[in-house]
């Protein structure tokens, strides 16, 4: 998605320790408008698939994800809590995922009640490197019986490998932007 890769371009710095910045508009400052024209660019890639839910994980996921249900009919969006809560009631599903940026792992915690074998899941979160989160997400979908119909990612760095694994295993992985390098010294990026 070009407007995405411009925007990456021109506000995305690079830090060392393969971390892309990109919090003025994606995962801390929100550009609503282009989470709008996200949605429905995986609205356009995924159109036949009967979506009944999107699911995401905290924190960077959630508005990205509602901007997309927008583009699907309004369906559910159900976000994969880190941690345990007084909220949070009877049966869940619940696996470890470890996270990139905060460098440890996590709890990721779904109730019951909310997703369930009748669900066609569209998986949608704002990057994906290792594929940890992802992994998480899907575990949980399998404990459940929902059907993964398919991965939206907006800002996915190649190089790290967890988005072409899940290809290889047949998933449908829709990334608006692939990183294949960036430097941290000189700040450029290479999309793919
Ligand atoms: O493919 P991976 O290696 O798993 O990396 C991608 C994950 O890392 C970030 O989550 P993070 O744990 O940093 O939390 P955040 O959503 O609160 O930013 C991002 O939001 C993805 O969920
Ligand atoms: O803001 C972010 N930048 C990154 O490079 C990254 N990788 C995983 N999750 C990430 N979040």
Redesign the pocket.
Known sequence: MKELEERIRQEGTVKVGNVLKVDAFL?HQCDVALFDAMGAAWAEHFAGKQITKILT?????IGIACMASRHFGNVPVVFAKKAQSINLDGDQYVTT?Y????QREFPVIVSRKYLGPEDHVLLI??????????RGLIDICDHAGATVEGIGIAVEKGFQG?GDKLREEGYDVESLAIVEAMDPETGEITFR
Do not use: Q, R, W, Y
């Not at 994980?57 to 996921?61: N, T």
């Open positions: 995962n994980i905290e924190a960077s996921g995922v996270s990139f940026t905060k979160d704002d990057f994906l490197a290792n594929g940890k989160a992802l967890g």
